[in-house]
C-alpha cells in the first residue's frame, strides 16, 4: 500500500485525487500515515496534502502527532499541520440556546435530530441530580452524575479514577481495535463538588450501559444519556472555558476531532483555572 501511495504521488503526477476503497484491515491509514511522515519532511515536495476521511475514528491525528514527536520532530508537526472538524457533535454542542428555540419544531420531532441530541435545561439537570440523590443505591445514579459533570462518554465509564482529589481520569474511547490506550484527565469543577460527596465511583464503574439508556428514557423520553456529554459540553463553553480545553476535556483533542488549527499544551495549572469558571448552578439538593 505505501508503494502505491508513492507511486501515485512521486512517479505519476503533481497533484491529483487519490480514492482508496478498500476494506477495513488493508492498512490503508498506516500507509498513509508512513508517507505522511516522510513527505512532510522532505524539503524538496512543496506540495500539500489532504487526508479526507467521512469517520472521524479514521483521522489518527494522535498517533501522527506521536510520531512526530517520538522521532524528536515535533515542531514540524506544529508548523504543517492543520486539522478541520466536519463532526456535528462540536457543532451541535456549540448551540446557543437562541439556535436551539429558532429551529423548528418540525425538525425538532424528526429520529435524525433526536439522534443528535440537546442539552439539558438547568431545571431538567436540577430534575436529574435530584433524582440521583434520591437512588443512591442505584448505580445508575452514580453514572449519571459522572457522565454530566465529567462529559464522559458512557463506553469510558469503566476506567474512571479520581487523580489526586481534583482529575478524573479515563481512558479515551477508541472505537478501532488495537490502538494504545490513551488516558486523559478531567478537572473536577465546582458544579461537580456539589455532588462529589454523594458519588460513588465504583458503583459508576460498573453500571451497566444498557439499563442507565432506558432509566434515562424513563425519567426524560425526549433525551438519551448521551445528551449528558452534550450538556457538560455546552455548560463549559457557556461559562467562558477556552473552547480549546473543552476539546481536551472532551477527549475531541485526542480522539481527532480537535477545531484548532493545531495541537496546543495547555498547562494542568491553567486547566485547573478554567475548571473553576464552570460554576452556573446553585444545587438546592430538593430531592423528589
Known sequence: ??????????????NGL??????????????????????VQNSDDKRRYFFITTLKKNLPIEDLRKRFETAGKLDIYKEKF????????????????DVIAAIPYEIKKTN??????????YEEEKKLVNHCLAHLNRDTAHAF??????GLRRSELASINVIDGVWLECETSKERMGK???????????MMKQVLPYIDFEKAKRVNLSTLQTTMKRLF?????????HT????SKESGVLSEVVSIWAGHSLSGTITTTVYTHYSEEFQLREAEKVDYLKLDFGVN
Open 112 to 121: 435524525e435530530y433526536k439522534k443528535v441530541g440537546t442539552a439539558f435545561t
Open 232 to 235: 457538560f459540553i455546552s455548560r
Open 221 to 229: 423520553p425526549n433525551h438519551h444519556s448521551h445528551e449528558l456529554r
Open 18 to 39: 487519490l480514492l482508496l476503497d478498500m476494506p477495513t484491515g488493508s492498512g490503508k491509514t498506516y500507509s498513509v500515515l508512513n508517507y505522511i511522515f516522510d513527505a
Open 145 to 150: 452524575l459522572v457522565l454530566l459533570y465529567a
Open 1 to 14: 500500500m505505501y508503494k502505491v501511495i508513492q507511486r501515485f504521488c512521486n512517479d505519476e503526477y503533481d
Open 82 to 97: 492543520l486539522f478541520v472538524d466536519s463532526n456535528s457533535e462540536s457543532v451541535i454542542s456549540g448551540f446557543t440556546k
Open 180 to 190: 494504545n490506550v490513551v488516558k486523559r484527565k478531567i478537572p473536577i469543577t465546582p
